[in-house]
């Protein structure tokens, strides 16, 4: 694939941490409107490369390229109105405000009010904040979060929260939506609706995403493309079939298959 005709190009992206290689030359292009699994052992650096696309962790070497324009010299708090959005494996939410503040906050970087015109509280502002609360709650209702909306994160079971966090991201409206592990914790009726919801976000949404996850059933039944990891190296690319049938995969990460 041409680099023009992906959303993401990871170009020979190495990463060091002190005499540790946590990435090496990795390369990879993300296209458009499809759903691509980034797979491997703990340790094989799929979270760092999470890390580098949201600009948190910077690399020595390669490049990023977002829309073909690069994502070196980007600073964090503009990565999402770039159009990335991220959850974490950690959930990284306030925990102690209600369900829509917290989706809010996601739509925020889509919002135009200034910072002077905020602390005011100018009439201007105030539409702002009605515009940002309307589309926080038709992500709610798309996420099924509506029953949950005043309720303070912190009260919320596991699966809940991890959708709070999905729609959080969901709300900035991203182009590029980065999901890490967001299978972890949850128990098989809600990975069942995972998996219908990533799908969903593709096919309806029309968003691009980058998935990062051990569940291996998951993966390989939402991603179109996957991209195996192993060591902070690219092993292997492809299709779901041609990922569970490549034999360094299989001894790296699936266990060598069962003879009968």
């Not at 979270?47 to 390669?62: D, P």
């Not at 494996?89 to 739509?107: D, I, K, P």
């Not at 889509?110 to 009439?123: D, E, H, I, T, V």
Request: hydrophobic share 40%; charged share 20%.
């Amino acid at each position: 694939m041409a680099a023009g005709d992906a959303l993401l190009s990871v170009r020979g992206i190495t990463v060091r941490f002190g005499g540790v290689v946590a990435l090496d030359s990795v390369s990879f292009d993300v296209p458009h409107g499809g759903v691509c699994g980034l797979i491997g052992p703990n340790g094989a650096g799929k979270t760092t490369l999470f890390n580098c696309l949201s600009r948190l962790y910077s690399y020595q070497e390669g490049d990023l390229l977002f829309e073909g324009q690069s994502l070196t010299a980007t600073p964090v708090h503009q990565i999402a109105s770039l159009g990335i959005g991220r959850t974490f494996q950690n959930l990284a939410m306030f925990r102690t405000m209600s369900v829509e503040r917290n989706v809010m906050v996601g739509a925020h970087c889509r919002s135009s009010a200034g910072f002077f015109a905020s602390a005011l509280k100018l009439p201007s502002v105030r539409r702002e904040e009605e515009k940002v609360r309307g589309h926080a709650r038709e992500i709610m209702d798309y996420i099924g979060l509506t029953p949950f909306r005043d309720r303070a994160v912190g009260d919320l079971p596991f699966g809940i929260q991890k959708r709070v966090e999905l729609a959080r991201a969901l709300a900035s409206d991203p182009k590029l939506l980065l999901l890490d592990e967001p299978a972890a914790g949850l128990n098989h009726e809600e990975l069942a609706g995972l998996e219908d919801t990533i799908r969903d976000i593709r096919d309806r949404r029309g968003v691009t995403v980058l998935l990062v996850e051990h569940h291996m059933s998951l993966v390989m039944a939402v991603s179109d493309h996957i991209i195996a990891l192993n060591f902070g190296r690219k092993i292997a690319e492809g299709t779901p079939a041609e990922i569970q049938a490549h034999p360094e995969v299989i001894e790296a990460y699936l266990g060598t298959p069962a003879h009968g």
